[in-house]
């Protein structure tokens, strides 16, 4: 955008953590922002002293964004998540305080589906124990216990934008494949939805999760499901690492119940590179562990940081929340000749009928004006005639309900 904003762009600055992908800087150095890019993540008591002068956070998965760290966040307009998942971030917390939060639910999803799909093959071929062997200069030419995947049936627990893709790409070679999830989802191609988590459990010849992390979902995969899981089958996790017992797992493994495994996340993780990682999985047979890399590709970093930054620079400059995970959606398209204020309040009964009676008084036109609320907040955007908004902003700021007010441009 092109309009003029409330204060000059080139003071808006932008703290960006945990070595975000350059396309999201590009985006912010077209906008004219200041930018500081940190490449680990912050403690939290150093991301809230860098936040008490800070306009817009970029994070990834290692930073917690807590109540505490955002407690003098004064400045503070918006933060974006460069990853899918956004349980690092105490969404309420930064609800309470008209904080929108944003992430990047479609952007590597291509790079975890076809991790799923070689994970698959690997899984059915032994592959990694072979190249284990050759690499220890054993020579094991084997048929037994090596499968090809077509005929075989794939169970998708999370049916949403990855499990989907993971769909197509299984059916494309063959493939069964059964979902389940707990909200109504639409079949792509020939998948067959599961009424229970069980009934797919019993029936898939692999299982791979693509949950998010909730309290529904924490230790959704235990003992007895393991237990329920076909002799011979496998179990990919490439969701969140809270979601299976990774001691049952290493349990159902070490007895054979199981004949492998692929698992990406894990209950606890480094917050950096390091070389003492454990887990009760190392040195079991037919076991694939990765560091956390499903979306880790270089297609996915560059979409992730394009999409994440544009979504905050269209908040900056237009108050957009369409895409927030925490945060009612609002889209208006500008009004020329008008300023656009920006309100955040508390959801009780009455707050649009004294914003609209503040109007009133001070004789302004509204222009256009939306609003959209959830059981907390709501969120109003007005256009008003410029030469009455500074007085209607400095009204509306001093209403008891208010939580955040200013003015667009």
């Known amino acids: 955008m092109t309009t003029r904003t409330s204060f000059p762009k080139q003071d808006i600055k932008v703290l960006l953590l945990e070595n975000i992908h350059a396309t999201a800087l590009e985006v912010f150095h077209e906008e004219g922002f200041q930018i500081e890019v940190v490449k680990g993540a912050l403690s939290e008591s150093e991301l809230a002293h860098r936040l008490r002068d800070v306009h817009v956070l970029g994070i990834r998965s290692k930073t917690r964004v807590t109540a505490a760290s955002l407690a003098d966040a004064r400045r503070l307009l918006t933060v974006g998540a460069f990853c899918i998942g956004t349980n690092q971030i105490d969404l309420d917390a930064a609800n309470g305080?008209?904080?929108?939060?944003?992430?990047?639910?479609?952007?590597?999803?291509?790079?975890?589906?076809?991790?799923?799909?070689?994970?698959?093959?690997?899984?059915?071929?032994?592959?990694?124990d072979r190249s284990r062997e050759v690499h220890q200069g054993k020579w094991r030419k084997l048929a037994e216990g090596s499968f090809e995947v077509r005929g075989k049936t794939l169970g998708i627990v999370g049916y949403g934008h990855i499990g989907s893709q993971v769909g197509v790409l299984a059916e494309s070679m063959g493939m069964r494949v059964?979902?389940?999830?707990?909200?109504?989802?639409?079949?792509?191609?020939?998948?067959?939805?599961?009424?229970?988590?069980?009934?797919?459990?019993?029936?898939?010849?692999?299982?791979?999760?693509?949950?998010?992390?909730?309290?529904?979902?924490?230790?959704?995969?235990?003992?007895?499901?393991?237990?329920r899981m076909k002799p011979g089958a496998y179990l990919l996790n490439a969701s969140r690492g809270t979601v299976v017992d990774i001691d049952a797992l290493a349990d159902a493994l070490g007895s054979n119940h199981l004949a492998g495994a692929?698992?990406?996340?894990?209950?606890?993780?480094?917050?950096?590179?390091?070389?003492?990682?454990?887990t009760a999985l190392q040195g079991l047979p037919n076991v694939i562990l990765t560091p956390h890399l499903g979306g880790s590709t270089v297609e996915a970093q560059a979409a992730i940081g394009k999409e994440v930054a544009t979504a905050l620079v269209?908040?900056?400059?237009?108050?957009?929340?369409?895409?927030?995970?925490?945060?009612?959606?609002v889209e208006l398209a500008p009004t020329p000749g008008a300023h656009r204020i920006l309100n955040v309040h508390r959801n009780v009964p009455g707050v649009l009928r004294d914003v609209n009676r503040i109007v009133s008084d001070l004789g302004a036109n509204v222009r256009a004006q939306t609003l959209a609320t959830d059981a907390h907040i709501g969120y109003l955007v007005t256009d008003l005639d410029q030469d009455v908004s500074a007085e209607v902003t400095k009204a509306i700021a001093a209403l008891e309900t208010n939580i955040r007010t200013r003015i667009l441009y």
């Not at 191609?189 to 029936?203: D, P, Q, V």
């Open 97 to 128: 305080k008209g904080i929108p939060v944003f992430n990047a639910p479609f952007s590597n999803t291509r790079s975890v589906a076809e991790l799923i799909i070689g994970e698959v093959i690997s899984l059915s071929r032994r592959l990694f």
């Open 178 to 227: 059964l979902t389940y999830d707990i909200r109504s989802t639409m079949a792509i191609g020939n998948s067959l939805s599961c009424a229970t988590l069980e009934e797919l459990l019993e029936a898939s010849d692999f299982v791979t999760l693509h949950v998010p992390e909730t309290p529904r979902t924490a230790g959704m995969i235990g003992v007895d499901e393991l237990a």
């Open 262 to 278: 692929a698992v990406d996340v894990y209950p606890k993780e480094p917050e950096s590179n390091s070389d003492d990682f454990a």
């Open 314 to 329: 269209k908040f900056v400059n237009a108050g957009i929340t369409t895409g927030a995970v925490n945060f009612p959606p």
